[in-house]
């Protein structure tokens, strides 16, 4: 498993719950790591012994902690730049879906050699989807649940999601829309902000 992944699951509980939680849960796996490098890639089971670990430490179904880290990765502030990568994908919720299938490959252009799971959208009429997800490990479809959801009300869409597990590997959640302009969604601008005290970027796409 890529460092980046298992660098976000640290970044997570330590950004939610603390640092001295997060070192409870590495000692807690008796695996002698303590924190992870992005850039370093590691054994698939090493990330499932932590997400079990911190299943454990913070009582909580491992199915709701990846939806909370899901949240996370797009209402952190620490992960704007991710948000604004995202939402570049699409002008409003559903054209974002449609730009779902494409991120594996945009994120490699980030990262040459960063894996995710492979997305696949399928569309039933105007207001129902189905986003499969292929992960090597189990369980990314409820981040995909968090991330969705956060993302619907950042567009200011009504939307209903619900988790499923497929053959194998497949996972998939199930997308209804209700109301694409339910609410006004959080701004969002193309173009780089500029600290203007200092010149630079602050942040870019």
Partial sequence: MHGLINRTIQCFVRDTYGPQVWDRIAHRTDSGVLSFESMLVYEDDLTSVFLDACSAELAKPRAGLLEDMGTYLVSHPNNESLRRLLRFGGG?????????D?????????????????LELHEFGSVEFRLICRSRIPGFGHVLVGLLRTLADDYGTLACLNFGKGDGTEEFVEITLFETEYSVGRSFDLGARVNHAGGGDVDGV
């Fill in 92 to 100: 409003d919720f559903i054209e974002f879906l449609h730009s779902l």
């Fill in 102 to 118: 494409d991120l594996p490959e945009r994120a490699r252009l980030a990262v040459s050699d960063l894996e995710l799971p492979e």
